[in-house]
């Protein structure tokens, strides 16, 4: 008998426990989910060498487990822009490459701080006209260099002071603003970093970064009001940064204010990104079961938060080894054990707990964000409407156009992303992360109200109530904007072509057109969900239009033949009457009609 036998046998169990110990998949888990998940990578500590990388246990776990990394050092002034005529951009340069091997985002940190600013800059005593020029110089010539490879650049970093007021923004003394500064008052120079970094690169989103802003507190104020201004007056901001440097296991920040100033900043138009965590543990404690446990509940209940709301685009770790974080230097050795894996690159339970927060946490739905696909109108909906469901961030990372399950039904499975109202799943016209089309199924029909459930990947949101009503009408724009031009077709009866409407090509006074819409209610014959229309199926609801206000006979108003149901034609006669020109275009269904700002183009 061979002696080899038994030896495999033992050698199984092993292998399969080597298994279980492999990389989790967390980059993949957050692919699904469309978050932006990074670590900060490196370089060494003055961003020069990156030696890093070329350790395998240090590659295979950023390039696994991440999919976005931020060099930690190596894109600040000192690293980067060593001289003032030289720039060495090569440690920067293999971390993109780095990232762009291994299908990663860059995140860039940064253009502008008070400190870590090289000597020939702190000493050079440079007039403000002189600093202004070099400020402009050095964010040109590097956001340039990376043009169009940084999914969000830093802008400007830690500028707004510790012991701000909240009620206008004190900011931190530094070369910048008033030693000597640019030659701009108030936050005149963070903005000028802005513009410059947006003249730069059109393409990256630009962020403000900080620590201490994500709970209430005046500091949180002064950088909101600082948002603020900068987004009324247009000066090109996307998102705020919250660093969230924490303690591991503390009560801060508190997630209910954290929840609120995403909010807050949100109906700013603004994105948060959760730019640098990492959760210390005191040294006695870094192999302390407990504490470790702890620093697991911290960790994901910042990332549950993130998750929660659909503008909390990005979390990232501010390193993701234990073996090299900036804790431990920066607390004089007290504090380490401040990352998700740790110094031989095993996960520890933070790094599990990420994980489960990402396949588990439920996709938000807000009532508010479910609107009629043609007119972004929102409130009660009607059987067979299409409608858009805003913000889920919970779809196929890229958008995802309708499949067909068989050769005549729209699925409602769509990139694992289903729709469900009172039970019934709606075909899913489209989805993405941000954006998902579906149309209300016929059985709502009748009911006052219908419970909404969004599920992703088996996941289910938390179900909402909407209004239903038998008809709340809208009609396509041609832009997808849901005004201007209508989505219509003239039709030429002598020569029965189809041809769009512009003003190009008006429709004759008299003629017929084609005007496309959704939310006309039941049609006779009824229509299937997700079925495409047979042939003519005429909408039960009483149908008028007008065009330039003037009432225009409709000819037909129902199915759209070889259109998914739920898609209503409406033939109507231009008024023989109409002005010339482009004509608002105005369809009633059942005493409700439509939005108003959408036209049509009368010769
Ligand atoms: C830190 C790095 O981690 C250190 O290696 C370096 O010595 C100093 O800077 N806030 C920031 C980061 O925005 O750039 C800082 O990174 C940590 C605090």
């Given amino acids: 008998m061979s002696p080899l036998v038994p030896r495999l046998a033992l050698l199984f169990p092993l292998l399969l426990l080597a298994q279980a110990q492999s990389p989790l998949p967390l980059r993949d888990a957050a692919a699904s989910r469309n978050l932006l998940f990074g670590a900060a990578a490196d370089a060494d500590e003055f961003g020069i060498n990156p030696s890093r990388l070329l350790e395998p246990a240090y590659a295979s776990t950023l390039g696994t487990q991440f999919n976005m990394l931020e060099p930690e050092n190596a894109m600040k002034w000192a690293a980067i822009h060593p001289t003032q005529t030289t720039y060495n951009f090569e440690p920067g340069d293999q971390l993109v490459s780095f990232a762009q091997a291994h299908g990663m985002k860059v995140r860039g940190h940064n253009l502008c701080w008070d400190v870590y600013n090289p000597d020939w800059l702190i000493n050079g005593s440079f007039s403000p006209t002189a600093l202004s020029q070099i400020f402009q110089d050095h964010i040109a010539t590097v956001v340039s260099h990376y043009n169009g490879q940084i999914v969000a650049w ?36 963070i903005e000028q970093a802005f513009r410059w970094a947006r003249a730069a690169d059109p393409s990256a989103l630009l962020f403000y970064n900080d620590y201490s802003i994500e709970q209430d507190s005046p500091k949180f104020e002064a950088v909101f009001n600082m948002a603020k201004d900068f987004v009324s007056r247009g000066v090109p901001i996307n998102g705020i940064g919250f660093q969230m440097h924490i303690d591991a296991g503390g009560s801060y920040p508190d997630l209910t204010q954290l929840a609120s100033n995403i909010d807050r900043l949100a109906a700013l138009g603004l994105q948060v990104h959760i730019t ?45 080894t234990d073996k090299y974080s900036w804790i431990p230097g920066a607390t004089n050795n007290q504090y380490g054990a401040a990352l998700p894996f740790d110094a031989n690159y095993a996960p520890k339970p933070a790094a599990s707990a990420l994980l489960a927060a990402l396949q588990s946490v439920p996709p938000q739905l807000l009532a508010a964000n479910i609107v009629n696909a043609a007119t972004y109108a929102g409130g009660a909906v009607a059987p067979g409407e299409l409608v858009t469901l805003f913000g889920a961030n919970f779809g196929p990372a890229s958008l995802t156009g309708l499949q067909l399950d068989t050769p005549t039904h729209v699925a409602t499975n769509l990139g694992g992303v289903e729709v469900l109202f009172d039970g019934v799943p709606a075909s899913v016209i489209y989805s993405s992360a941000a954006q998902t089309s579906v149309i209300v199924p016929y059985e709502v029909a009748g009911a006052t109200s219908t419970t909404v459930v969004y599920r992703a990947n088996g996941i289910a949101s938390p179900s909402i109530s909407l209004p239903v009503v038998a008809g709340v009408p809208g009609l396509f724009s041609q832009n997808a904007s849901g005004k201007g031009p209508g989505s219509v077709l003239n039709f030429d009866a002598s020569t029965s072509a189809f041809t769009l409407n512009t003003s190009a090509n008006p429709a004759p006074k008299g003629s017929t057109v084609v005007i496309y819409g959704t939310g006309a209610g039941l049609t006779q014959p009824a229509a299937v969900d997700g079925q495409l229309a047979p042939g003519v199926a005429r909408q039960q609801l009483s149908v008028t239009a007008t065009i330039a206000g003037l009432n225009a006979a409709v000819l037909y108003a129902g199915a759209a033949p070889g259109e998914v149901s739920g898609v209503t034609q409406f033939n109507v006669v231009v008024p023989a009457t109409s002005p010339s020109g482009d004509q608002e275009l105005i369809v009633t269904v059942g005493g409700i009609s439509s939005p108003s700002g959408l036209t049509l183009s009368v010769e």
């Avoid at 002071?161 to 120079?189: E, M, R």
């Avoid at 040294?283 to 407990?290: F, I, L, M, S, Y």
């Avoid at 702890?294 to 929660?308: D, E, F, M, R, V």
């Fill in 154 to 189: 830093d802008v400007v970093n830690e500028a707004v002071s510790d012991s701000a007021s909240g009620i206008g923004t004190d900011l931190k003394d530094s070369i910048w603003y008033n030693q000597p500064g640019i030659g701009q008052t108030g936050t005149g120079y």
């Fill in 276 to 320: 640098e965590m990492d959760a210390k543990i005191p040294a006695a404690q870094w192999t302390d079961p407990a504490a470790l446990a702890a620093q697991a509940t911290t960790y994901s209940s910042i990332l549950t938060t993130c998750l929660q709301h659909p503008t909390c685009t990005a979390f990232q770790t501010w390193g993701f």
